[in-house]
């Protein structure tokens, strides 16, 4: 839910499509706030948001059925555009009374449209006569237009592929604009936000921060506010925005649970310290966070342990500063968003993620979280409108219980520093070649086996270093990464010289699914 109020917004109704999101970051690139709603609470959303236009999604759905999700009635009767994306401009069509029907004729994947006449969707990209490359997938199709509107584009699969209605400023489209497969498909966005909503771009992210300390100044008043700092990126900038806010009413605590990597507390100190003057208090936990996991191997038990620990270290701090009325959380809107359940059905734990969860009705604090209406690349944004440094906000994702996950089987400190070391020489390399941001996230993993080699004359008998890469979008699937075999023995030979422990080094090719990118 929104904690600021923006005068511009676009509301996407979610009808399931698993690129929804796109849409909201598409609308967003054209500098227009947008918010995603489940068609199931789209009405609702619709007079909280009181949007000036809305977009309906793609989904599963069939809307040739009965019962299928429906647009909520108090949309067409606002007036306000509309653009409707596969199931939405099929639904659109179903309930204006347009016909739609299963189709022998699917369409999967790479399709070209043809223009078969002027739309203001269409302004500056597309002519009249021309064909173009779009994206489909859908099983259904439109057969039959509501009264008013009027071909603009077809395909071979769909005669009704881009429609409009240039009076009510109804439009529709077969193909998703909103994936990289439909090249011209941002600026279609973009045209309906701006040309045919008439909405300007001016949501940036300088706009952003100075609306965003607003609203924290406000919620927060006079009152006490603390803000766990991991080092990442997400509470940092939400850190940074904060302290802009209310200045010295603001404290951060960073616990060092030991699991960090090379110099990585000393960095964020050294930054937030002197670079910005923010309240800062470091805690060195390692002894207590590796006693609790002395001799722990289960995964589950680990993560735990240490997110249990986390907030036992935190609370005993916030009590010791005088307890606080607030805690700052770098919360993000794709955490936010609800997401569209056609069944209902609870989901399967993969792995229990660690964050701060819990804390805030155990210290009873009320929550500030100024990121949690922003996307990752917003977050970046900010932050570099924040001034933090290029390399620290290009940092790849590092997860809560920090080494522990890459480290299988028991944990020691030992076995911490050996991969801390491994691990520094890798993304050294990386960085060298040039490579680091073309990747989502690569580390270094110690597997807790020890294998025989032969340096200089004698024999070793010392761990496994396994070296992982990975290319992804949202770190929900993921590629490994194909590094020349030229680059993996370059990374390789320096770890085995550099590094005391380690004797050999192996590459993770594993995809995710089935793999996930942490090892535990
Ligand atoms: P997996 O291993 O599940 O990881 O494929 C997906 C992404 O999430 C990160 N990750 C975490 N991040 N707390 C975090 O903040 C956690 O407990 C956690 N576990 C995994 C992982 O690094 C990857 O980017």
Not at 370 to 384: C, Q, T, Y
Request: charged letters at 25%.
């Amino acid at each position: 839910m929104s904690t600021m109020s923006h005068p511009n917004t676009v509301l996407i109704v979610d009808f399931g499509s698993q690129v929804t999101q796109l849409i909201a970051r598409r609308v967003r690139e054209a500098g227009v706030y947008s918010e995603i709603a489940p068609f199931q609470s789209a009405d609702e959303a619709f007079r909280r948001l009181k949007p000036k236009a809305v977009i309906l999604s793609g989904g599963p759905a069939s809307a040739a059925e009965l019962g299928s999700p429906r647009v909520p009635d108090i949309i067409f009767e606002s007036g306000v555009p509309l653009l409707g994306i596969c199931y939405g401009e099929q639904a659109m069509c179903a309930q204006l009374g347009g016909r739609v029907e299963e189709s022998d004729h699917r369409e999967f994947g790479r399709a070209f449209l043809e223009i078969e006449d002027d739309c203001a969707l269409f302004k500056d990209i597309w002519a009249p006569g021309t064909r173009h490359q779009v994206w489909m997938s859908h099983g259904d199709r439109v057969t039959a237009l509501p009264p008013g509107f009027k071909v603009v584009g077809t395909s071979s699969g769909a005669p009704f592929a881009a429609i409009a209605d240039d009076g009510r400023k109804y439009y529709g489209v077969q193909f998703h604009p909103e994936v990289a497969h439909t090249p011209d498909g941002a600026k279609l966005i973009a045209n309906f936000v701006h040309e045919i909503a008439g909405l300007k771009g001016d949501w940036t992210m300088a706009a952003y921060r100075d609306q965003a300390v607003e609203a924290i100044r406000k919620q927060v008043g006079s009152g006490k506010v603390i803000c766990a700092l991991s080092g990442g990126v997400d509470s940092s900038v939400a850190a940074l925005l904060t302290h802009e806010a209310v200045g010295e009413q603001l404290t951060c605590i960073l616990v060092d649970h030991g699991l960090m990597r090379k110099n990585e507390a000393a960095e964020v100190v050294q930054m937030f310290r002197e670079h910005y003057n923010v309240p800062l208090i470091l805690i060195d936990a390692s002894d207590r966070f590796l006693k609790a996991l002395e001799g722990e191997t289960d995964p589950e038990k680990k993560r735990k342990t240490i997110g249990h620990l986390f907030i036992e270290v935190f609370e005993e701090e916030a009590k010791k500063l005088g307890g606080a009325d607030f805690l700052v959380q770098g919360t993000l809107y794709p955490d936010v968003i609800e997401s569209v359940s056609f069944t209902g059905g609870p989901s399967v734990t993969i792995k229990s993620h660690h964050n701060v969860g819990g804390l805030p009705e155990r210290i009873n604090m009320k929550l500030v979280e100024p990121l949690r209406e922003l996307f990752k690349d917003e977050v970046r944004a900010l932050g570099r409108e924040l001034g933090l440094p290029e390399h620290f906000i290009g940092r790849h994702p590092f997860p809560g219980p920090g080494l522990a996950i890459r480290c299988p089987g028991s944990v020691t400190r030992e076995k911490l520093d050996i991969l801390r070391a491994a691990d520094a020489i890798y993304l050294d390399e990386i960085r060298k070649a040039g490579l680091y941001d073309a990747i989502w996230q690569a580390f270094a993993v110690l597997l807790p086996v020890q294998t025989v080699g032969v340096m200089g004359d004698g024999r070793t008998y010392e761990y496994v270093c396994a070296l992982r890469a990975v290319t992804s979008v949202d770190g929900m699937t993921a590629d490994f990464y194909q590094f020349d075999m030229e680059f993996l023995g370059r990374a390789a030979t320096r770890i085995i010289n550099e590094v005391r422990g380690i004797n050999r080094v192996v590459y993770d090719v594993t995809s995710k699914p089935p793999g996930t990118i942490e090892w535990e």
